[in-house]
Nanobody
Framework: QVQLVESGGGLVQPGGSLRLSCVAS????????MAWYRQAPGKQRELVAD???????NYADSVKGRFTISMDNAKNTAYLQINSLKAEDPAGFYC??????????????WGQGTQVTVSS
């Protein structure tokens, strides 16, 4: 079974920083890409950033210049560095991975999420 586990969320003051981590574990043959999504209360889940196994990245316009996604292929881990947190950033942050598991099919997996809260 493949599992994604996020960590690193918490309460931060406006302008502060956090680094989120997402570890993929289980029988993984290849990770094609990993991504971070966020979902605020009453809103749809939206893509924040994604990264391919070769390191190509993509960001939502609202986070460009403030968020940085990276991946450690050897550790099957993706990171999201969040800087200059704004009042509109609080949300549940969810990790998504497109990977090949023991069945040799590429599938999408989700983590349970980690909460980011901004408060002065």
């Amino acid at each position: 079974q493949v599992q994604l586990v996020e960590s690193g969320g918490g309460l931060v003051q406006p302008g502060g920083s956090l680094r989120l981590s997402c570890v993929a574990s289980g029988h993984i043959l290849q990770i094609n890409s990993m991504a971070w999504y966020r979902q605020a209360p009453g809103k749809q889940r939206e893509l924040v950033a994604d990264i391919t196994g070769s390191g190509s990245t993509n960001y939502a316009d609202s986070v460009k210049g403030r968020f940085t996604i990276s991946m450690d292929n050897a550790k099957n881990t993706a990171y999201l560095q969040i800087n200059s947190l704004k009042a509109e950033d609080p949300a549940g942050f969810y990790c998504n991975a497109h990977l090949v598991g023991r069945n040799f099919f590429a599938e999408y997996y989700w983590g349970q999420g980690t909460q980011v809260t901004v408060s002065s």
